[in-house]
């Protein structure tokens, strides 16, 4: 009992001694404890963003709202649920990401694999750079340029005066696609760059050549970095305003233009759950609150949901080498 | 490899002509000061000169170098080295780390030839047929590869050896038609007995020791006649070496086997004939014994004294 209590005191002697005072000049600690501040107050307002967001969603979210399409009212009672702008997010959310993976994945085995030549190759990431730091408004008006020209006229409604329109889930998936595209380019290159060198080796070593490779053995490889850079593409897109606004137009409903089925509705106008939210938060006109809180809570589910997506197939997806 | 015969090897110093049938054991060490002075071996075209019935099998040249310099660069890594592989046997090359070993022998499979400032000089022969008529990827069938890190591809185990031998293009085998070749492989490179429940499964799950000999395995599946190991187990625990060493022993009769290791005690376990190589060149070459036990070069003499203590 005696040498144990002895122990203890020398134990706690020696924890004392790691812990000498002046170890740490003040400076140091002062930016510690700022820091250590910061990290704690962002996990708050997360915490309260989060808690905040539940409440108020989860108070006004029942199955009407997510199964009946928007009407136009001034009383929000009669205002409907918001049905369409949730098919207008998974649209234009699986829209931009079937078509930046494929080209993005092109993009990157071109820029690990081959690099050649060197001038194109850095002119393309530059590129990819630029996508990437550009404001999405900017690459929305851009679209729109693009989208308005006459021999885009078959993506949009041409109007009566012959002026393309300029707006359908087309343009929007299209130009979604450039926001989702760096973020796949940058998974895969990630993914590619992390296989060791002697696995391509090994690979040519049976006497397979550059193409087979990366067929067979680098895009199995890639194929988790692949998807988490999908992901995060699609939560990007999911996310964004501005390209709604300027390319998807503001209808309340899907408003399918032509007579083919699907194709009618790429073609045609409609909004998604953020031009919902902003259209009938206090700052829009819709002056439906309460539809505006429900939707922004189930979009931040939706994108919290993407986010943990990304977490599992990163560390389900990991291939050890030695 | 039995006894040599010390007297009759020392009076013969020849470089074992190519395409000639030649006995084992009885190649004195040579220093490459000698070697140059001699007449090409090659238009020589002398006769066995010596025979021993103790030592019954029969060599075939099947690769040798001639000259081959190797430069990444202004940095010469292999210097001139004339070197043959024979058939049926282990070939080891030693020699402190940075002498152009992995060099050399990524060089014998063009693997060199895959990094843009290598430059290659001199020639390599497979079968007496400079390598540089094949295609790169028919001369990497006919001579494998096995890396220092253990590298199966993230797929199933079958996968792996399968992949060799799926061609490209519409015609791609079945599996029923592979599996018989995918079998043996596994059972020549030693896994067969662990994996063949597990066929399917991923072949990255497997230990770094297996992971090994599945590399093994998937050399093997596409029948090569010359293996090239580049210090295959410096990664592995001493058990998992042992394992693979004997693999070796029992692959040689039916490939060529060229191993770099840095380990001379594995090198004095596997190999019947040793090339030693100092700052790119080619310092000796002979019976494994003999260079380990007799070195002829100042040099051998050194680096195998000091690993032996
Ligand atoms: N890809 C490369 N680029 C430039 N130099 C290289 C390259 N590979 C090897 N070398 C050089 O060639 C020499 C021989 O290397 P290496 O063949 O790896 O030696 P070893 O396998 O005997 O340790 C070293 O000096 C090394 O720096
Ligand atoms: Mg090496």
Redesign the interface.
């Known amino acids: 009992m005696a040498t144990s209590r002895k122990k203890q005191a020398q134990a706690r002697a020696r924890k004392k001694k790691v812990r000498t005072p002046g170890l740490w000049s003040l400076s140091d600690r002062i930016g510690v404890f700022l820091a250590w501040a910061a990290g704690l107050s962002l996990c708050v307002i997360a915490a309260v963003i989060t808690l905040f967001m539940a409440w108020k969603g989860l108070s006004y979210l029942n199955l009407d709202v997510v199964t009946q399409s928007p009407e136009a009212s001034l009383e929000q009672d009669k205002t409907g649920g918001f049905l369409d702008p949730i098919i207008g997010t998974v649209i234009l959310t699986v829209m931009g990401a079937a078509i930046a993976t494929p080209i993005g994945i092109g993009t990157a085995v071109w820029l690990t694999e081959y690099g050649r030549p060197a001038p194109l190759a850095r002119f393309v990431e530059a590129g990819v750079e630029i996508i990437v730091g550009a404001p999405s408004i900017v690459l929305a008006i851009f679209g729109l340029l693009v989208f308005q020209q006459g021999f885009m006229a078959p993506f949009s409604f041409t109007a009566a005066g012959g002026e393309v329109f300029g707006r359908s889930f087309f343009a929007a998936g299209a130009v979604m696609s450039l926001i989702a595209l760096p973020f796949v380019v940058g998974g895969t290159r990630e993914a590619l760059n992390s296989i060791?060198k002697?696995?391509r080796?090994?690979?040519?070593?049976?006497?397979?050549?550059k193409?087979?490779t990366i067929r067979?053995?680098l895009m199995?490889?890639a194929r988790s970095g692949i998807a988490t850079g999908a992901t995060l593409g699609m939560a990007r897109i999911a996310g964004d305003t501005a390209v709604v606004v300027v390319l998807l137009g503001a209808s309340l409903q899907l408003a399918p233009e032509g007579g083919l089925p699907v194709i009618d509705v790429l073609k045609g106008t409609g909004s998604t759950l953020t031009s919902y939210v902003f259209q009938n938060s206090p700052a829009g006109e819709g002056n439906a609150p309460e539809k505006a809180y429900a939707a922004a809570f189930v979009l931040l589910m939706i994108v919290v949901g993407l986010n943990l997506a990304v977490n599992w197939i990163a560390k389900r997806g990991q291939?050890?080498?030695? | 490899m039995g006894v040599i015969d010390e007297e009759k090897a020392s009076d013969n110093g020849y470089v074992p002509p190519l395409r000639q049938i030649q006995v084992g054991g009885t190649t004195e060490p040579i220093s490459v000061a000698e070697r140059i002075q001699e007449p090409d071996p090659l238009l020589q075209q002398e006769e066995v000169p010596y025979f021993d019935d103790t030592q019954p099998e029969w060599f075939e040249q099947i690769m040798r170098t001639e000259s081959l310099s190797i430069s990444f660069g202004d940095k010469k890594a292999v210097k001139e080295v004339s070197l043959p592989v024979n058939a049926g046997e282990v070939l080891a090359l030693i020699g402190p780390s940075g002498c152009g070993k992995t060099t050399l022998l990524r060089s014998l499979?063009k693997?060199v030839d895959?990094t843009p400032t290598a430059k290659r000089e001199g020639r390599i022969l497979l079968d007496g047929t400079d390598t540089d008529l094949y295609d790169?990827?028919?001369?990497?069938?006919r001579v494998?590869?096995l890396?220092?890190?253990?590298?199966p591809?993230?797929?199933s185990i079958f996968d792996n050896i399968a992949?060799?031998l799926?061609e490209?293009g519409s015609k791609r085998p079945r599996k029923k038609e592979l599996e018989p070749l995918v079998v043996d492989s596994l059972k020549r490179a030693g896994l067969w007995s662990e994996v063949k429940d597990i066929l399917n499964q991923p072949a990255?799950a497997l230990s770094?020791g297996q992971?090994q000999r599945l590399?093994i395995a998937?050399?093997l599946a596409?029948m090569p006649e010359v293996l090239l190991l580049d210090e295959p187990c410096s990664?592995l625990d001493p058990i998992s070496t042992s394992i693979i060493e004997e693999t070796i022993v029992e692959l040689k009769d039916e490939i060529a086997i060229v191993i770099v290791t840095h380990n001379l005690q594995q090198a004095e376990r596997v190999a019947d004939r040793v090339a030693f190589m100092y700052l790119g060149d080619l310092v000796e070459y002979g019976v494994a014994e003999q260079v380990f036990n007799a070195p002829q070069a100042e040099r051998t003499k050194d680096y195998v004294r000091g690993d032996f203590g």
């Open positions: 060791p002697h696995v080796e090994a690979s040519y070593a049976l006497g397979k050549d193409a087979s067979r053995v199995p490889s291939h050890k080498w030695v | 499979n693997l895959l790169d990827t028919y001369l990497r069938r494998g590869m890396f220092q890190q253990p590298n591809f993230p797929m992949y060799g799926r490209r990255l770094g992971q590399c998937r050399s596409v990664a």
